[in-house]
């Protein structure tokens, strides 16, 4: 039962950031329109990476980690900076 409720989770997070539009999903628009088809997969490849980290801490028990406000932080001022960089 457990690996069960952990699969229904692990959907639910993928397709909550499979349909809110975000950075991710106006970025693979916006190369999408400037570049060839190659850009389609290599988001395709980023978000599965991304998404098998997730799935990975999920799986390990070290979100909880991510909870703590400097880890937050540096998450955010990452992001942040890869953001205005792109």
Request: proline share 3%.
């Amino acid at each position: 039962m457990v690996i069960l409720s952990f699969v229904v989770t692990i959907i639910l997070v993928i397709a909550s950031a499979a349909l809110a539009p975000g950075p991710f999903f106006f970025a693979a628009i916006s190369h999408g329109t400037k570049s060839d088809a190659k850009s389609g997969f290599l988001f395709s490849v980023a978000h599965t990476i991304v998404e098998f980290s997730l799935i990975m801490l999920f799986a390990v028990g070290l979100l909880t980690v991510v909870s703590e406000p400097l880890v937050k932080m540096v998450i955010g001022i990452a992001g942040g900076s890869v953001l205005l960089l792109f």
